[in-house]
């Protein structure tokens, strides 16, 4: 059955398996992860890194044969970052694509070791740290663009990056093939100077809903900016971070690979007789697999270090609450480019491969001159830093369904804007509904809505029953557990309260049944606002010709009622 | 395996026989007054000049606001089909797709504008005597005319709702407010006007609902509604008298007849699909009619419209199936937003968007300044310092001129400071018309005149892969990784189509002439005079570059943003070429003036003559086996 046309199969019992896939994605801790790598070891900052084959896990069921970067030793626990919680168990393979994500601070040196445990047949292999300064470099051997490992032996780089920002490394040997084959990572390099920012995001002293069992969320960034601060000032802060790369696979190369390693006379004698060697054609290239972060959908979607894929550990599932700034480090690896579209707002980019943009001429408060882009093209090699937040500005309505007439305290909630307009003043903390845009407090969406939600407004929705839910849909138009159980208007009681159309004959009568099949997104407990971040280049979102796939993953934008947990 | 879903057919209609008989199906929704744009302060059925924010109310722990004076913006409405149909390609070849087609504004949209209407041309009837038949309007084309003797514009299915009467259980008043429950809902909205008789009392006579629904208790909020009589006051209350009855007269109410919707909207596929165009501060309420496909019977096909690039979407109306609903077979549903920061968006199915989008379901929208409606003779400088003083569109820093100092960091996503220098250039007469007539206007609120343009026309990249449009139509299951585009569209047209002036059209299978293609791509300037492409990309398998010949591009807004950095700097240039992937849109003016004085005016003019677009990507220079096609068009200059 392999790279068969399934795609109507598929896409037509696409109900059947989006649900599946929403059970999956139920069954497994909830994953909704930072940027997470691994620290130097010892004073000289180190990293010990091996290259390795491995097989990758595709959610089509192949398992497809890969060259990767891995920890030639396990490092201990305190290595990894962010902190992770005790339950969680973050590993780093001898081999894993990407590879290894290396936090290092600017300005401070570290030295990367590579041990080349690739098949014989291989050849050398090697790294390239574009934009970062190789001061030197210890044992390996000559190659073209940089010193090199030969089979067995070892190459050391001695470096400093004299910028922060996100950046990509990869194999110098044989490109072509070598990082077709997975031999690609990313390095964040912090900022030597953060003042001006917050030192606890906006994430951590805000609503905990203990009615749930939720507790404070924690700190989960690297570091409290991407870029440094100038005279205490810093237009760089952000709340979460998200590390996405991209890359494709063309499955005929990576099987010529496997055929070539394994045919090959890699005897020392056969090294006499020059047929220890690949000749894998990379031309013409038909790349199948579109993946980000090493993962297909919907496998991004699952935790970081998820036992399934040992050698794909980073996954890609974006969480965040209204108005919090996310830092997006975006790397195009592999060979094509792909316009990444992120749906719900745009992105103000900071920097590119560490170069932060900025104005000809300007105070430094407002000197940003990077463009704000709704689709963030990545190129191979090129990694960018971006600012992403969303807050349902202008929408006009009320997304949080505040009702004036309700009886319900939460549906009551004030809004009190800031300079900018936001319920974000100090006082505002603490309240679900830190950062609600407050022009359009209480402003109703539905001219008459089923449930306990505000009237008179500009639209009537239609019959439910000629609407076909999606998994991740949270069961109304409204943001929240407590707005959306309001909306749907046939629960008698929420938080304790009667509402007052009760569960009698107005229920599904005037347009909504209950919620259904929802299950990603759960109406009572999460009813976030789901937004599909994706390559625009459509036929990059299968999987080996099966839709859905490849590069996609859905970002949620959360209620302050729902915990965001980055651990895992 | 492909068709394991057609077991469950008989499943489907059994279950569709036991819907409930309230089922809503195809309507339409266009409202002449909200609480954003009271219909007191303004009729909506024109662009109020822009002179300062919109006045609101005060804030308030109970209330929300609402315009109290001076209400900028109107309401726009459109409707559109989701089905299929046919294109003609560059070779003569007939293409299948699937496909949106306009159900309103269809004349305009013939004429290669947007299908875009005000509230007072969308909601009116056909002309009596007039029926509209399979293939409309290709085949009556000037001379379908609506119920008050314009060019048919309308919502098409719009019908009159038939009166409703019902008995009425229970009437009290507190106050002036008379509380009305009905034995089953009127189905009343606000302001509309109900008649209560019967009661033998001041009760009787018409008014107008001011609540739709009213918590009683006797009965569900929604068979109660409330309206304003002050000589009722102190009335008795009435409970189940055998004469008191409640009733609306006929109307229009969004309520549409299927029969033309079915004629008109069926294998009538657009590519690209209906042009849309709204103002800053409108709202926009867009209707999607799902026809069906006809000719794939076997797939019961929703459809949804994704807003591509609205800052700050909302999840429900984002169009993505798997993030909020999708449209059925046999449904409507109304899209609305509040319009975003002006620019050049555009948008397209959400469904399995390999296949909806390589088959045909790409459409533009874009979004026309607040600058384009401030008075003519008016500093634009000036006029964006007004809208600073709005929060919701405001772009702030420190010694921009706003009359409060800025307190609060600035926002890291806003696009359009006022520029760091002001050039005191004055706005000049905008019309706001028509892409393609000799009009003026703004890309965006640039503050200094920097996006000024004479002729504006959308432009949108595509790409047809023929070998995926016929196994999806011959009920095959399509491959995605070899996707190959063999057509390289300018607005669904391959050269030299995209100089044919005129909408095209294509007979479908139904043996009829559909309108297929009704935007050309020639670009007519006058000499002297700039024109803005607004370009936007939806190929779904590659990278494009469009060059220019001649005259150079530059490139004044990028992803539906202007080109200016947080200072305030305009981030312009000029370049020969463009690129875009998929989801990209960019802003390009061609301005075919040799001389321009700092003023803006034109001192030595280009030669007149015939220039080109064109694609260096020398391979998409084709219409599949023929050479010399696809994506290019001609730049006359008059």
Redesign the interface.
């Known amino acids: 059955m392999r ?1 068969t ?5 598929i ?4 109900l059947l398996l ?1 649900p599946m896939v929403a059970m999956v994605l139920l069954l497994t801790v909830a994953a909704h992860a930072a940027a997470p790598g691994i620290t130097g070891t010892g004073a000289a900052g180190t990293f010990n890194l091996t290259a390795q084959q491995a097989y990758l896990n595709q959610p089509d069921g192949q398992a497809i044969y890969s060259w990767g970067y891995g920890c030639t030793t396990a490092p201990a626990v305190s290595a990894f970052r962010p902190t992770l919680s005790a339950t969680s168990a973050p590993f780093c393979n001898t081999m894993q694509v990407p590879g290894p994500t290396l936090i290092v601070t600017e300005n401070v040196a570290f030295s990367v070791t590579l041990t080349n445990n690739l098949p014989t047949a291989a050849g050398n292999t090697s790294i390239l740290f574009p934009g970062i300064k190789l001061n030197s470099t210890a044992s390996g051997t000559q190659g073209l663009l940089t010193q090199e490992a030969a089979p067995g032996a070892t190459v050391t780089y001695n470096l400093v990056a004299t910028s922060p920002g996100t950046r990509a490394y990869y194999s110098g040997t044989q490109g072509d093939l070598q990082v077709e084959m997975g031999l690609y990572g990313a390095i964040i390099v912090l900022p030597a100077t953060t003042a001006g920012c917050n030192a606890v995001p906006n994430t951590v002293t805000h609503y905990v809903n203990t009615a749930a069992g939720n507790t404070a969320e924690a700190d989960f960034r690297l570091a409290a900016a991407a870029y440094d601060s100038v005279s205490g000032i810093n ?1 760089t802060c952000y709340d979460r971070e998200y590390l996405f790369q991209f890359s494709e696979m063309d499955p005929n190369i990576h099987e010529q690979a496997l055929v070539q390693v394994n045919r090959a006379n890699c005897t020392a004698a056969g090294v006499t007789a020059g047929t220890c060697r690949l000749e894998v054609p990379t031309e013409p290239y ?3 697999y579109f993946m980000i972060n090493g993962r297909s959908m919907p496998d991004d979607m699952d935790p970081n270090y998820a036992r399934e894929y040992p050698h794909q550990p980073y996954n890609g599932n974006p969480h965040m609450h209204p108005g919090e ?1 996310v830092l997006l480090r975006i790397i195009g690896q592999g060979r094509w ?3 990444f ?1 992120e ?4 992105v ?1 980019i900071l920097g590119r491969d560490g170069n932060l943009i900025l ?5 430094a ?5 990077g ?5 963030t ?1 990545t190129t191979p090699g090129l990694a960018m830093d971006g ?10 309505w ?2 949080y369904a505040h009702n ?1 007439s309700s009886p319900d305290p939460l549906a ?1 909630l ?2 009190t ?5 936001y319920n974000a003043l100090p006082a505002a903390r603490t309240a679900l509904n830190y950062y609600e845009w ?8 539905q ?2 809505p089923f449930g306990d939600v ?7 929705l ?13 069961g ?2 409204y943001l929240g557990p407590n707005a959306t159980t309001r909306a749907t208007g046939c629960l008698g009681t929420f938080n304790s309260v009667t509402n ?3 569960n ?3 229920c599904g ?2 347009g909504s049944t209950p919620p259904s099949g929802t299950i990603a ?1 759960s109406p009572s407990g999460e009813a ?5 971040w ?1 390559s ?4 990059e ?2 999987t ?2 099966i ?2 796939g490849g590069m996609l993953m ?1 970002m949620l ?1 959360d209620s302050r009622e729902f915990q965001i947990d980055e651990s895992n | ?2 068709k ?2 057609q077991v469950w057919l008989p499943v489907f209609l059994v279950c569709l026989s036991t ?2 008989a ?4 195809f ?1 339409v ?1 266009c ?1 002449t007054n ?3 744009h009271p219909s007191a302060l303004h009729d909506n059925n024109s662009e109020p000049t822009y002179t300062g924010p919109t006045t ?1 109310s005060a ?1 308030s ?5 609402t315009p109290t004076a001076h209400v900028n913006g109107a309401i726009k409405c459109q409707q559109i089909s989701g089905g299929d149909g046919y294109s003609t390609m560059g070779d003569g070849t007939q293409t299948y797709m699937f496909s949106f087609g306009p159900l309103s504004g269809v004349t305009d949209i013939a004429n290669g504008l947007p299908g875009t209407q005000f509230p007072n041309n969308f909601n009116v009837l056909l002309a009596p005597g007039t029926v509209l038949q399979p293939g409309d309007p290709a085949t009556t084309l000037g001379s379908l005319f609506d119920a008050n003797g314009n060019p048919y514009n309308a919502a098409v299915g719009l019908a009159m709702d038939i009166p409703n009467l019902v008995s009425i259980y229970d009437i009290s008043v507190a106050g002036t407010t008379v509380t009305v429950v009905g034995n089953a ?1 009127l189905g009343v ?2 302001g509309e006007m109900v008649t209560i008789s019967g009661t033998g009392t001041p009760f009787d006579g018409t008014f107008a609902v001011t ?3 009213a ?1 009683n208790p006797f ?4 068979l109660a509604f409330t309206v304003t009589n002050a000589a009722a006051a102190g009335q008795a209350e009435i409970t189940e008298s055998t004469t008191a009855t409640a009733g609306l007269a006929a109307r229009i109410d ?1 309520h549409v007849d299927a029969r033309p919707i079915m004629d008109v909207g069926v294998m009538n596929g657009n590519i690209p699909a209906p042009l849309m165009a709204i103002d800053e501060d409108d ?1 926009f ?1 867009l209707t999607l009619t799902n026809v069906g496909m006809i000719m794939r019977p076997d ?1 019961f096909e ?1 459809h949804t419209v ?1 807003f ?2 609205y ?8 169009g ?9 077979i ?5 899209y ?3 319009a ?1 920061d002006a620019g050049t968006y555009f948008w397209h199915c ?1 469904i ?4 909806h ?2 088959m045909g379901m790409v459409g533009q929208i874009y979004v026309r300044p607040r600058q384009d409606r401030v008075l003519a003779g008016a500093s634009l400088y000036t006029a964006l310092q007004g809208q600073e003083n709005d ?2 569109t ?1 772009c702030r ?3 921009d001129g706003g009359t409060t100092s ?8 806003c ?1 359009n ?1 006022v520029p ?1 220098i002001n050039t005191g250039i004055s706005a000049v007469a905008t019309v706001v018309s028509a892409p393609g007539t000799t009009t003026a206007g703004y890309a965006y609120d640039d503050g200094d005149g920097s996006t000024a343009y004479e002729v504006e026309y959308p432009i949108q990249i595509h790409g047809f892969d023929p070998n995926f449009h016929f196994v999806g139509m011959t009920f ?8 190959k585009d063999k057509y390289f569209l300018l607005n669904g047209r391959g050269y030299p189509d995209t100089v044919t002036a005129g909408p095209l059209q294509t007979v479908a299978a139904d043996g009829v002439n559909h309108m297929s293609q009704p935007l050309p791509s020639i670009i007519n300037i006058p000499a002297g005079g700039r024109a803005l492409l607004r370009i936007s990309d939806l ?5 494009q570059t469009l060059a220019s010949l001649g005259i150079p591009m530059k490139v004044i807004g ?4 202007l ?1 200016r ?3 305030g ?1 305009n ?1 312009a240039y000029y370049t020969n070429s463009i690129t875009l ?4 849109s960019l802003d390009v003016i061609l301005d075919s003036c040799a001389v321009r004085a700092a003023t803006g005016a034109c001192t030595t003019p280009m030669a007149t003559g015939v220039y080109f677009l064109y694609t260096p990507n020398l391979d998409h220079l084709s219409n599949d086996a023929e050479n010399f096609g696809g994506l290019m068009t001609e730049v006359h200059v008059n």
């Not at chain 2, 009965?219 to 929604?222: E, G, K, L, P, T």
């Not at chain 2, 990028?558 to 943003?561: E, G, T, V």
Request: proline residues 10%; glycine residues 8%.
């Open positions: 790279a046309n399934m795609k109507k199969a896409s037509k019992t696409r989006a237009n038909h790349p199948a700034q480019q792909h316009p579209h749906h719900g707002n745009h103000r104005a000809s001429t300007a105070a408060e407002t000197n940003l001159a463009p704000l882009l709704f689709t093209t600012i992403f937040y969303w807050t349902g500005k202008g929408l006009n009320d997304a004036p009551k004030t809004c804007p800031d300079a900018n307009g407050c022009q359009d407090h209480n402003k109703p969406l001219v008459n505000a009237s008179n407004g500009p639209m009537t239609p019959d439910a029953n000629i609407l076909t839910n999606g998994a991740w849909y949270g109304s138009p007052p159309q009760g009698g004959p107005n009568i005037t997104n976030g606002f789901a937004f599909m994706h625009h280049n459509e036929r979102i299968t080996n010709n839709f859905p859905m934008v | 395996m492909r394991s879903y819907l409930a309230n089922a809503q199906s309507r929704q409202p909200t609480i954003t609101l804030p722990a109970t209330t929300f606001q809902p909205r606000v609540a739709a629904t918590v009965f569900a909020a929604n969004g709202e309420f797939l929703q994704h591509h690039g800052p700050n979407a909302s999840s429900f109306y984002d993505v199936p798997d993030a909020s609903v999708a449209i059925n046999g449904g409507s549903f109304t609305y937003y509040l975003p959400h399995t968007p390999p296949e989008l390589q929060l919701r405001a820093r420190a010694g800025v307190t609060a960091p600035t926002d890291i996503l696009s400071p760091a095959n299951p399509e491959g995605f990784s070899d996707m190929d779904v398998t590659e990278y990028y992803n539906a943003k080109l950095d947080q200072a700097n981030l992937g998929g989801g990209e």
